[in-house]
């Protein structure tokens, strides 16, 4: 849609000279922004875990010293945030969600991801296969720390980074998709960036 | 790709409405109250927030997202709009936009941030620079509903001259019975003031908040550090965590 001219209004185009191109509404930003509907968890390794549970009520289950033994990347990313920020070019080491879903037995159309503290999550099971997410624990080199989700975070950076969901506990798979916290709200079910998912109907 | 729908349906899609600026007021050197009247607005909750968009003559656009600073009230929407220097929105909204002028707006938007007229609890608000915005609307929106819920603020700013809405929330400090208005100042305090400058602390949360006995809905609104720090207090002092909401303004946010 065409929006209502605003006579003066330029607006910054990015970087000078640079190509960028960002998903719509979005600008860019050298900060890491936080977004978070409460206080900041502090969940220690030592009781850490993290639970896949399938439609059949099946559980896969595996704590901190199990993360750190399977084997990491380090996907480069952008991250777009429903707030309205992009960052490009994050640094992030994790395990793929391909790893921990190898020995799963599931044929769910949906995952719910749980949070320490509550928070939940809803997207396609698909979204969550194929290279396109991970369970993080270092961010540029560094521990996660708890404000941005630590010690272990999803990263679906394909998805508006409220689908990452911080401080990540565990997936449930199902045939039925059950919205999240955000997606209660309002926000939308899927949250494309690049169709401007921001918000149901949209 | 088929997707189930999502049950409830409970807000409409939201639309961009043409929204224009009917009066405005400076509330610092750097802030100012924008008043729009927005036709068909379908009224929102204090705490709740707008998306506004901006459109360049070549088509470029972007968008940002401001609290609203008060209670439903037909087709009025205000929103307190802080300069950021070098930013790209609030500069033309403050500097250019004028009376009769149209920008785009849709919302409202969250409804995790919002203290609902029907709550009886005490409210505990912790407010850090521009982050008093949403909460001023639950202040004026208590009033507006004469609503008995108890109130306390504690309101963070730099220096005396950076408080928005200071003679308002004298006169309702006064007037709206079972409000409480406590300041910290950061930088710079007013003459005759008994403490030195300082951030927000322990103390002060406890001298001018609730006891955590009293189950109080506690929102904090302010700057990322600003938030951590006071829901770290409030988790430390014993408030159940599924009672403190919060809003974080990030470095690069407005």
Not at chain 1, 19 to 24: F, G, N, Q
Not at chain 2, 212 to 221: E, G, H, I, L, Y
């Given at each position: 849609?065409?929006?209502?001219v605003?006579?003066?209004?330029r ?7 640079g ?6 509404g ?21 009781t ?9 009520g ?12 399977l084997?990491?990347?380090r ?5 777009h945030c429903?707030t309205k920020?992009?960052k ?8 793929s969600?391909?790893?921990?879903f190898e020995?799963v ?7 719910l991801?749980?949070s ?6 809803n997207?396609p ?13 270092r ?5 996660l720390?708890p404000e941005?989700g ?12 409220w689908k990452?969901?911080k ?7 199902s045939?039925?998709?059950?919205p ?5 709200a309002?926000?939308?079910d ?9 918000y149901?109907g949209? | 790709?088929?997707?189930?729908a ?16 009917v009066?405005?007021r ?7 109250t924008?008043?729009?009247d ?6 929102h909750?204090?705490?709740q927030h ?12 972007t ?6 600073a ?7 929407v ?11 929105v609030?500069p ?6 004028s ?5 785009e707006l ?8 919002v203290?609902r ?5 005490p409210?505990?608000l912790?407010?850090?620079g ?12 208590r009033r507006?509903?004469?609503?008995k ?25 006064r007037?709206?019975?079972?409000l409480d208005?406590?300041y910290v ?11 030195p ?9 406890n001298?001018?908040?609730w ?13 990322t ?8 207090i409030l988790?430390a ?6 009672r ?7 470095p690069?946010?407005?």
């Open positions: 849609m065409g929006g209502i605003s006579p003066g209004f607006g910054r185009r990015g970087p000078e000279g190509e960028v191109t960002l998903p719509p979005q600008y860019l930003t050298e900060d890491f922004p936080v977004l978070t509907a409460g206080p900041t968890l502090r969940v220690p390794t030592d850490w875990e993290f639970v896949i549970v399938t439609e059949a099946e559980k896969h289950r595996w704590d901190w010293k199990q993360l750190m033994a084997p990491s990347e996907p480069t990313v952008d991250l429903v920020w992009s490009l070019h994050t640094d992030w080491q994790g395990v969600l391909d790893v921990l020995g037995d599931t044929a769910a159309d949906y995952a991801v749980h320490y503290g509550g928070y939940t999550t997207l099971f698909e979204d969550l296969r194929n290279g396109q997410a991970w369970i993080v624990y961010f540029d080199g560094e521990d720390t941005h630590g010690p272990a975070r999803l990263l679906v950076p394909h998805l508006y980074l990452s969901a401080w990540v506990r565990g997936i449930t798979l045939d039925e998709d059950t999240g916290f955000w997606e209660s309002g926000y939308h899927y949250g494309d960036p690049w169709r401007e998912q921001r149901q949209d | 790709m088929a997707r189930a999502v049950s409830g349906g409970l807000s409409p899609r939201l639309v961009w409405r043409a929204a224009r600026l009066e405005f400076d509330e610092t050197p750097s802030a100012r924008l008043v729009f927005v036709p068909d607005w379908p009224g909750l204090p705490g707008v998306d506004v968009r901006l459109t360049a003559e070549d088509g470029y656009s968008e940002r997202s401001y609290s609203i008060t209670p439903a009230d037909g087709t009025r205000a929103l307190t709009v802080q300069l950021v220097e070098d930013g790209e609030s033309y909204l403050i500097e250019t936009l009376v009769g002028d149209v920008i849709r919302g409202p938007v969250g409804g995790w941030f203290w007229s029907a709550d009886p609890a409210v505990l912790i407010g850090g521009s982050g008093i915005v949403p909460l001023m609307a639950m202040i004026r929106a507006a509903a004469g609503s819920a108890l109130f306390r603020l504690i309101y963070s700013s730099r220096t005396p001259e950076d408080r928005y809405y200071a003679d308002e929330l004298r006169t309702r400090a007037d709206d019975f079972g208005v406590s100042y950061t930088r710079k305090t007013p003459e005759g003031w008994p403490l400058p300082r951030r927000l602390g322990v103390a002060d949360v001298n001018g908040g006891p955590p006995d009293f189950q109080p809905a506690c929102f904090v609104c302010g700057p550090g600003f938030v951590e720090a006071v829901a770290d988790i002092l014993g408030h159940d965590a599924r403190v909401k919060t809003e974080r303004f990030g690069s946010g407005t």
